[in-house]
């Protein structure tokens, strides 16, 4: 069986202090956080196949950085949208095109979580254990309490009866490419467009808003606390804590 890395790192880091370069080149143990990803699933296996998602104008940015830091893990770059949405679907895209995807998994991650683990994905991976499991995707625990807020009515909530959701999230290639390409058609009818994407979080609710009546084809696991999306200031300043807790498990 193939495995693919889909990273994505088409954001623009808009809540980070930050104008010289997006948080995904924002350096984390004097490094690059993207170099992070990489690296771990690389670690896993070396003939996984990696594409990354980056702005255009971004690519020289990049090679640079690569050749700064001597970075010679092997490595595809390909233009993101202007949405994640839009990166991601693009990335299936280019490994479809390009690869015989008939019975492959891939595994779809956030470049701001620079935390993830070989173990953690080899545990994801070993998941797809039999042949109905679609998707395999990382959960934790709410810790704190809920509410609901709609038209100004607020509700508590039962945090037990809700999950957080991590990357990576793994799929099956046919099945997630399947649900893009079927969300991607409704998309161009202007009139429902935005009411799509507003139900839509992450690309698990993809695959089941296009695979509704599909039963038991979605294993979830248990995630890790430290494996944090950095999306703050103060996210990015507790990052080199975090690393050093971090190293010693990888």
Not at 28 to 44: C, G
Not at 82 to 99: P, W
Not at 128 to 157: C, D
Request: aromatic share 12%; charged share 20%.
């Amino acid at each position: 069986m193939t495995h693919y890395a889909l990273i994505l790192a088409g954001g623009k880091g808009s809540r980070l202090n930050n104008t010289e370069f997006p948080k995904q080149f924002l350096e984390i143990n004097k490094i690059p956080m993207l170099m992070h990803s990489i690296k771990a699933f690389n670690a896993v296996n070396a003939e996984i196949k990696i594409y990354v998602g980056l702005p255009k104008h971004h690519f020289n940015t990049w090679k640079l950085l690569c050749e700064t830091h001597n970075f010679k893990i092997k490595h595809e770059i390909y233009e993101a949208g202007n949405e994640r949405f839009d990166t991601t679907f693009l990335g299936l895209q280019t490994i479809a095109q390009n690869n015989d995807t008939s019975n492959s998994i891939v595994c779809i991650h956030d470049a701001a979580r620079p935390f993830v683990t070989k173990s953690f994905i080899i545990n994801l991976l070993k998941n797809f254990n039999k042949p109905e499991i679609t998707a395999v995707i990382p959960t934790e625990r709410i810790k704190n309490a809920i509410i609901s807020s709609k038209n100004n009515i607020y509700e508590s909530k039962n945090r037990d009866s809700y999950l957080l959701c991590q990357t990576p999230q793994c799929f099956t290639f046919q099945a997630i490419f399947k649900a893009y390409v079927n969300i991607m058609h409704k998309s161009k009818n202007p009139l429902i467009k935005d009411q799509i994407f507003r139900e839509l979080h992450d690309d698990f609710s993809v695959l089941k808003t296009h695979f509704l009546n599909q039963k038991n084809s979605v294993k979830l696991v248990e995630g890790v606390d430290y494996n944090i999306k950095i999306t703050t200031e103060l996210d990015y300043f507790i990052s080199e804590k975090i690393y050093q807790f971090y190293k010693d498990i990888q």
